[in-house]
């Protein structure tokens, strides 16, 4: 078994055996501030959905009420604490300083569409509902950009996972391919992930950022 099987796999069995309490918790954490990127979630929900596992309207229901607990907390977290408590904790709860200063700024700049947009961008998905609570924003639209916006993404990807656990025979022709690919994309972001603190590291420890501290 490849690469890509096995993952395909591994991911589904997680899936039926969380169910959709997992399902919600998951996506929960992933609009809180916790690592839990739903492009690696949400296809295998998919490919449940697709065996029958878990139906459509649960599953995209689910995800997207975790979507929008989770980015209550994250409001909860801005709207409470505010910047010294971000300041202060941030670290302890997985909020890097850096991610969240671009977020912020990102937030100010577009003002409340940032929220829906937000969906379906890396990093400030886990982070642009800190910046709106720390803005105090109108919770009504919140709640109402973030519940479109986490619908339309996490639907999206349940649909690629339902599609390509229906063409899986036809996926699995090419999975000697596949299996590259997926192994050079896994060692790229490793590399990425130890590079990019290896800078934060270099400038934390330079002469200059410790006299701005």
């Known amino acids: 078994m490849g690469i890509t099987e096995s993952i395909a796999a591994f991911g589904t069995q997680v899936i039926h055996a969380i169910g959709y309490v997992g399902v919600f918790l998951l996506m929960t954490a992933e609009s809180m501030v916790l690592p839990v990127p739903s492009e690696a979630v949400m296809p295998f929900v998919g490919f ?12 995209i229901l689910v995800a997207t009420m975790g979507s ?5 907390v994250g409001y909860a ?14 670290r302890w709860i997985l909020i890097d300083a ?6 912020d700024r990102f937030f100010t700049r577009r003002g409340s569409i940032t929220i829906l947009v937000a969906r379906f ?6 982070l642009i509902s800190i910046p709106a609570g720390i803005a105090r924003m109108n919770l009504a639209p919140f709640v109402g950009f973030t519940l479109v916006g986490a619908g339309l993404w996490n639907s999206f ?6 599609v390509l656990q229906k063409n899986w025979d036809r996926v699995l022709r090419y999975s000697r391919v596949i299996d590259l690919v997926v192994l050079a994309l896994l060692v790229l972001l490793v590399a990425w992930y130890i590079g990019r603190h290896l800078v934060k ?5 330079a002469p200059g950022a410790q006299r701005l501290s």
Request: aromatic share 10%; glycine share 16%; hydrophobic share 45%.
């Open 121 to 126: 961008i890396p990093v400030v998905r886990h």
């Open 68 to 72: 929008i607990v989770g980015s209550l």
């Open 98 to 103: 850096e991610d969240l200063a671009w977020t």
């Open 48 to 59: 449940s959905v697709a065996e029958g596992g878990l139906t459509w309207a649960g599953a």
């Open 77 to 90: 977290i801005g709207r409470i604490g505010g910047r010294p408590f971000v300041s202060r904790f941030g």
């Open 201 to 205: 590291r270099r400038r934390r420890s």
């Open 157 to 162: 990807l349940i649909a690629v996972g339902f």
